[in-house]
């Protein structure tokens, strides 16, 4: 991300986005198959392939390089088919911390061509794992292991604009990921662009007024997205193919039009999840937020 961001009506005013270099387009991507056994070199590949061919992206993130022992095989496709990777630590514990790095340090020497960064969390700050300054010593622990690849966390963006992740700015991080949806701010799909853009951008703001530059952190949209028919509602935002098209379409290819890097949560649907119970006791099923069905097979048109 190059572009000093102001206000989501102050840039629709300004700025066409005719003028403005597109920013990259990536999926979020999970390690396993519909049956929940995990995906090999193999599976990524057709992956990377159906993504590319559907979408023309050329970049994913993962968020647990441990799991089904994906960095390997991860980092093995990307090499075969072209595409850059963002890794991922889990530093929730001791031991899937470990286990995460332990995994890099194993995969990634000698791959650092297609490993584009590596994320320290994700939304750590938000559920309130660590302080902002707890967090900075476990990416520090990660870059110092590799000094040559951008390092850096992903979060919810009002953890950004709130100043909660203000020690990873002031720390020099190489990249932050700010997520925000629309939909779980619980807007109707007539307002769910609006309220994500001035999200992304509130937390952009900050970062950047923050660190006095438009260059460094770089940062990502990190998850945006609507679940598809099959998913559940949440408040007055309705789960939906049709709404998702709409949202990818106005939101996330308008986010993209205005030069923000961003990742589409997710790539495929995740049919092995189980559904999940909220704190307030409500269920919500998780298996279909995909750009993609299982099968890989786009649900939509995903060109920009």
Known sequence: MRLSILSYAALTALTSPLALAAGRKGFALGTKLPDGSCKYQADYEADFDAISAASGSKIVRGYSASDCNSCPAMVGAAAAKGFKVVLGVWPDLPASFDADKAALQSCVPGHEDVVYAITVGSETLYR????????????QNIKHAF????????????????????????????ILLVNAFGFWQGQKISNATATYFDDIFQAFNHIQSLSGSNMKPEIWNGETGWPTDGGTNY???????????????????????????????????????????GDDGSVANENHWGAFYANRTAKFDLMC
């Not at 309130?128 to 990416?139: A, C, D, K, V, W």
């Not at 000094?147 to 190489?174: C, E, F, H, M, R």
């Open 128 to 139: 309130g794992n660590f302080t902002g300054p707890e967090l900075l010593t476990r990416i």
């Open 147 to 174: 000094p040559s690849i951008k390092v850096g966390t992903a979060d919810s963006w009002n953890k950004y604009a709130d100043g909660t992740a203000d020690a990873l700015v002031q720390g020099g991080v190489d």
């Open 235 to 277: 408040g007055n935002a309705i789960a939906g193919t049709s709404n998702a098209k709409t949202f990818y379409q106005d939101g996330f290819c308008g986010m993209l039009d205005y030069g923000v890097d961003a990742f589409y949560f997710e790539a495929l649907d995740e049919l092995w999840k189980p559904v999940s119970i």
